[in-house]
């Protein structure tokens, strides 16, 4: 069985580099480090296009910073020319107007590209804005209602609801 790695060269050798332009896609997430209990930014890195569909690397990071980000996101593809469209969740990291991920890609790229923010994300910005203006803010990491619907669950008769 072929090593990680030698697989990953692999199917760099074998990418077929496409006329078309590319849109790139990230998410960073912190997720638990495979040889141990600590835990470690990574960053899956996505290209997209006419008939392209491409994981570039999942990227472990020293810290989730725009700048850190937008290095793995220009990994050694030489896909950098093709590249016209950024996708992304809407986090300041990838926003920010100087250190975001988008406008450093921007610098380094020399060049403006198309800004598609993650439509699930802004979506999840107006349904937080309208719950923050029917409860109320709350700096607490968990809506006490919340949890306790989430408690309260199991007992609950759900054949009396319907959507």
């Given at each position: 069985?072929?090593?990680?790695?030698?697989?990953?060269q692999q199917l760099k050798t074998e990418f077929q580099e496409p006329n078309a332009k590319l849109t790139v896609h990230w998410?960073?997430?912190?997720?638990?480090?495979?040889?141990?209990?600590?835990?470690?930014?990574r960053?899956?890195?996505?290209?997209s296009g006419e008939s392209v569909h491409q994981l570039l690397t999942v990227a472990?990071?020293?810290?989730?910073t725009g700048e850190n980000q937008a290095d793995a996101v220009l990994e050694d593809w030489g896909l950098a020319?093709?590249?016209?469209?950024?996708?992304?969740d809407t986090t300041s990291v990838n926003t920010g107007k100087n250190n975001g991920t988008c406008a450093l890609l921007e610098q380094k790229l020399d060049k403006?590209?198309?800004?598609?923010?993650?439509?699930?994300?802004?979506?999840?910005?107006?349904?937080?804005a309208v719950f923050e203006k029917c409860?109320?803010?709350?700096?607490?990491?968990?809506?006490?209602?919340?949890?306790?619907?989430q408690a309260y669950w199991e007992f609950i008769d759900k054949l009396h609801y319907g959507l």
């Open positions: 069985m072929k090593h990680r790695s030698n697989i990953f998410d960073g997430k912190l997720l638990q480090n495979l040889t141990g209990k600590e835990k470690v930014d960053l899956p890195v996505i290209v472990k990071l020293a810290s989730g020319d093709k590249v016209s469209a950024m996708c992304f403006t590209l198309l800004y598609l923010a993650c439509r699930h994300h802004i979506m999840e910005l107006i349904i937080g409860m109320g803010f709350s700096s607490a990491p968990e809506v006490l209602l919340f949890k306790r619907f």
